[in-house]
Nanobody, 115 residues
Framework: QMQLVESGGGLVQPGGSLRLSCAASGRDFSMNSMGWYRQAPGKEREFLAAISWNGGSTDYADSVKGRFTISRDNAEKTVYLQMNSLKPEDTAVYYC????????WGRGTQVTVSS
């Protein structure tokens, strides 16, 4: 099994920044691609970003390209999402995801962008 725990969410004003973290445990984190998704109330869960096992490749949704950056530290078994130039439409619960087997989800962390 794998356990993923997100942290770093909170309330931020439009134009502000947050850095989300996802700490993994339970298996070899370094051998899995990792991703970030989000889900707003009444909306489907949306892909945001993914990073390959060694950090050599990344992928971003158009909605966050140029604003969000995914990174990972395999020694710390942690994946990050740096979120800049935040907009009210970025308000959602943000989830970490491990691309292993059927996939593993964190429980999510709330991000609210509002003045």
């Amino acid at each position: 099994q794998m356990q993923l725990v997100e942290s770093g969410g909170g309330l931020v004003q439009p134009g502000g920044s947050l850095r989300l973290s996802c700490a993994a445990s339970g298996r070899d984190f370094s051998m899995n691609s990792m991703g970030w998704y989000r889900q707003a109330p009444g909306k489907e869960r949306e892909f945001l970003a993914a990073i390959s096992w060694n950090g050599g490749s990344t992928d971003y949704a158009d909605s966050v390209k140029g604003r969000f950056t995914i990174s990972r530290d395999n020694a710390e078994k942690t994946v990050y999402l740096q979120m800049n130039s935040l907009k009210p439409e970025d308000t959602a619960v943000y989830y970490c995801y491990a691309y292993y087997g059927g996939g593993y989800w964190g429980r999510g962390t709330q991000v609210t962008v509002s003045s």
